[in-house]
């Protein structure tokens, strides 16, 4: 079945540094979104990716979809104690169009 | 985005019980999601479910163990039955409002126990 493979599983970072976590498929994704869940919360949508080499960014944060539509990256710059959290990509397959969700990345950020 | 409302937020429940968790949506949506997150994992999804229809589940997870209800377009409940420790998680519905950009939403969770 459809995998969605993430990595790294844990990051701790000083406050002010970059982090930067990626996301692989086994199979075509028709699109990917990102998801944030604070220690406790639910998982909160941050973005989706639709197009093939698609970069789209939200104030400190980048998200790039690969040209294959098969992997996707999330990159911080200069991480605040605000951006702690686990961060989730999923993928919808082209061919079931389930949401499945990769494990996640899970980020500590030291003041 | 929709908003939802899922209840309980938590509980304790003994095991060989049955647990009911409700899902009301303020917008009418076609499919809803249960998604069960064991502590410190990923969210695995267990069935989606349609309005006058049957649920469907994913492997590894059946209709006598989560049965699922989807009365209308607005709610939804999915039920833990004959509870085990190994059902401890927390379990969460989420629906895609089809045509927009925001997403699928969450609702807030449950977190079960069975002790």
């Known amino acids: 079945g459809q995998q969605v493979m993430q990595i790294p599983q844990y990051q701790h970072v000083q406050e002010g540094e970059d982090f930067t976590t990626y996301c692989n498929s086994s199979?075509?994704?028709?699109?990917i979104q990102w998801y944030k869940q604070r220690p406790g919360g639910h998982p909160v949508f941050l973005i989706q990716?639709?197009?093939?080499?698609e970069v789209k960014k939200q104030k400190r944060l980048t998200f790039q979809f690969g040209e294959a539509k098969k992997n996707s990256s999330l990159h911080i710059t200069a991480t605040q104690t605000t951006d702690v959290g686990t961060y989730f990509c999923?993928?919808?397959?082209?061919?079931?169009?389930?949401?499945?969700f990769g494990q996640g990345t899970t980020l500590q950020v030291k003041p | 985005s929709a908003v939802i409302s899922q209840k309980p937020s938590r509980d304790i429940c003994q095991r060989g019980t049955s647990l009911t968790i409700q899902c009301q949506v303020d917008?009418?949506?076609?499919?809803m999601f249960w998604y069960r997150q064991q502590p410190g994992q990923s969210l695995t999804l267990i069935a989606t479910?349609?309005?006058?229809?049957?649920?469907?589940?994913e492997s590894g997870f059946v209709i006598d163990k989560f049965p699922i209800s989807r009365p209308n377009l607005t709610f939804s409940t999915l039920t833990v039955s004959n509870m085990s420790p190994e059902d401890s998680s927390i379990y969460l519905c989420?629906?895609?409002?089809?045509?927009?950009?925001?997403?699928?939403?969450f609702g807030s969770g449950t977190r079960l126990t069975v002790v």
């Open positions: 989420s629906v895609d409002i089809t045509g927009s950009e925001v997403g699928y939403t």
């Open positions: 479910a349609n309005q006058g229809s049957e649920a469907t589940y």
């Open positions: 999923a993928g919808i397959a082209s061919n079931t169009g389930k949401l499945i």
């Open positions: 990716l639709v197009k093939s080499g």
């Open positions: 917008s009418q949506v076609t499919m």
């Open positions: 199979t075509t994704l028709s699109n």
